[in-house]
Nanobody, 125 residues
Framework: QVELVESGGGLAQAGDSLRLSCTDSGRTFSRHDMAWFRQAPGKEREFVAANTWIGTIRLADSVKGRFTISRDRAKNTLYLQMSSLKPEDTAVYYC???????????????????WGQGTQVTVSS
């Protein structure tokens, strides 16, 4: 079973950095594709970054060069390092777990079956 808990959100100013963490208390973390999504008020949930079970990475164009995604398999933890934050990065950030042993990275919300509770990131100008 997958149980995801995010942490690390908060208030930041434009240009600051934050690191989000997502820990899975289950035992199958290493088999799953993992991803970060975000949802701003009044908008649909959107893809931010993915890290597959074999370590392939994909980033949304809006965060390339500013955000990095990584995972620590020993700690069952997924990270999102966010730098050069912008006000438009303000959103609730969700960690998600997708399929096991997949062959294709997915950026679709519907392909991720397990979700954390979300953590708020607010960036002021």
């Amino acid at each position: 079973q997958v149980e995801l808990v995010e942490s690390g959100g908060g208030l930041a100013q434009a240009g600051d950095s934050l690191r989000l963490s997502c820990t899975d208390s289950g035992r199958t973390f290493s088999r799953h594709d993992m991803a970060w999504f975000r949802q701003a008020p009044g908008k649909e949930r959107e893809f931010v970054a993915a890290n597959t079970w074999i370590g392939t990475i994909r980033l949304a164009d809006s965060v390339k060069g500013r955000f990095t995604i990584s995972r620590d398999r020993a700690k069952n933890t997924l990270y999102l390092q966010m730098s050069s934050l912008k006000p438009e990065d303000t959103a609730v950030y969700y960690c998600a777990a997708g399929g096991q042993y997949t062959r294709v990275i997915s950026t679709r919300v519907g392909d991720y079956g397990y979700w954390g509770q979300g953590t708020q990131v607010t960036v002021s100008s």
